[in-house]
């Protein structure tokens, strides 16, 4: 994706994230999937940067629907999507999950939080950090190890 388009990708989700708090679940969803109609254009063109803003729009729907309690199942179904599409890169992942672990925990199902989590505390663990990022990496695994610890007790 060229950088101009980027930008534009970014703008777009960041004007609906700016209303996470004070829109209800369904006009966040709404928000993204216009994003990703709008870049639909770029399906014929550049099919690579048409399936990261699919990433992006399906991480942010499910950050979404966490954040507005919707169903397990829905955030479930949500996830998969994710998972399917693959994440758009290596820290979004726990970013995304660390959230759904804590709402799986809250609904009463810790077993799904152990379930999506322990592959990433996996992954985290085998890579190397990103030059850069080695804080970033750090408190990210600990913070899913940590999690997944409290799971053991649940």
């Not at 930008?7 to 609906?16: D, R, S």
């Not at 994230?17 to 870049?39: C, N, S, T, V």
């Not at 592959?119 to 970033?136: D, M, R």
């Amino acid at each position: 994706m060229d950088q101009r388009t980027e930008e534009q990708v970014g703008e777009a989700i960041n004007e609906v994230l700016k209303h996470m708090e004070d829109w209800p679940y369904e006009k966040l969803a709404d928000g993204f999937r216009a994003i990703q109609e709008r870049f639909n254009w770029l399906a014929a063109s550049a099919p690579a940067a048409f399936r990261e803003v699919e990433r992006r729009v399906a991480e942010d729907t499910l950050l979404a629907a966490e954040v507005k309690e919707r169903s397990i199942m829905e955030c479930e179904s949500l996830l998969e999507r994710v998972l399917e599409l693959g994440w758009s890169d290596r820290y979004r992942a726990p970013e995304v999950l660390l959230p759904f672990g804590r709402y799986c925990i809250d609904q009463g199902r810790p077993d799904l939080a152990r379930r999506y989590l322990k592959p990433v505390a996996a992954e985290l663990a085998a890579i190397p950090p990103a030059s850069g990022e080695e804080q970033l990496h750090g408190n990210l695994l600990a913070a899913v190890r940590k999690m997944l610890d409290g799971l053991s007790e649940c």
